[in-house]
C-alpha cells in the first residue's frame, strides 16, 4: 500500500526499497520524491526524518506452461556498495595491507588498492560491519578491528553530517549532535588547507 515513510537513522533508499519489496529506482524516481532528489541527490545518503514516498507493488505477470519447472531471478541485485579510503594522519593514502571484512556472516579478505580504498559490496539488509587492518604489516600480529555503521553517515549539508565525517578523519571528537559548534569550522579549515579539498568535495557526498 502507498504512503510515506519517514526515515530512521541508517536507512538509505536501497534498503528502503528492500524493506517494502520494491525496487530501489522505482521508489527514488517517483515524482512524489523529486523534492527529496533535488535535496539529497545520492539514494544512499538520507537524513532521519527525510520522507520518502512508497508507491505501491506493481504486480507482473508471467505465462509459463503449467506441467514445467520454471525459475525466475530478480533482475535487480540487491546489494550495496562499501566504499571505504585509509588515510592516515598526514592525509596520504594508505595501500597494500592486509584486512579482512566481516559483513552478515560473510567473509572477505583483500588488500587496500592504490588509492588507498577497498571496495566490497555486501547485503542490502547489512546494517554493521567489522572490519581487521594490518597496518603494520604484520600478519602474525593481531590486526586492529573497527565496527562499520552502514548508512548512518548523515547528508555533509548537515551538521550531524559535517562532523561525523570529520570523526571518521580524526579531526572532531565531540558529540555527534547537531548543535553548531567551534571546532567543527576549525576542523574544516585544517582540512581545506592541508588537502584543499572541503567535506563535499573529498566525499562526493
Known amino acids: 500500500m502507498s504512503g510515506w515513510h519517514s526515515v530512521e537513522q541508517g536507512e538509505t533508499i536501497p534498503k528502503i526499497a528492500f524493506t517494502f519489496g520494491i525496487t530501489e529506482s522505482k521508489i527514488w524516481n517517483d515524482p512524489n520524491n523529486l523534492t527529496l532528489r533535488n535535496q539529497r541527490g545520492n539514494p544512499n545518503v538520507l537524513a532521519p526524518g527525510d520522507l520518502v514516498y512508497i508507491p505501491d507493488r506493481e504486480l507482473r505477470y508471467e505465462s509459463k506452461p503449467v506441467d514445467r519447472r520454471h525459475n525466475f531471478v530478480l533482475s535487480e541485485k540487491r546489494r550495496q556498495l562499501l566504499r571505504i579510503q585509509w588515510i592516515d594522519h598526514d592525509y596520504q593514502v594508505i595501500k597494500g595491507k592486509r584486512y579482512v571484512l566481516a559483513a552478515a556472516g560473510t567473509f572477505v579478505a583483500g588488500e587496500f588498492d592504490e588509492r588507498g580504498f ?88
Open 118 to 205: 577497498i571496495e566490497q559490496w555486501i547485503p542490502i539488509e547489512c546494517h554493521e560491519a567489522k572490519l581487521t587492518v594490518w597496518l603494520r604489516g604484520d600478519p602474525a600480529r593481531p590486526g586492529k578491528t573497527y565496527v562499520l555503521k552502514i548508512g548512518d553517515l548523515d547528508p555533509a549539508e548537515n551538521m550531524t553530517g559535517r562532523k561525523g565525517r570529520l570523526a571518521n578523519l580524526a579531526l572532531f571528537a565531540g558529540e555527534l549532535t547537531g548543535d553548531d559548534d567551534p571546532d567543527v569550522e576549525q576542523a574544516e579549515r585544517i582540512l581545506l588547507r592541508e588537502t584543499g579539498q572541503g567535506l563535499v568535495g573529498r566525499h562526493g557526498v
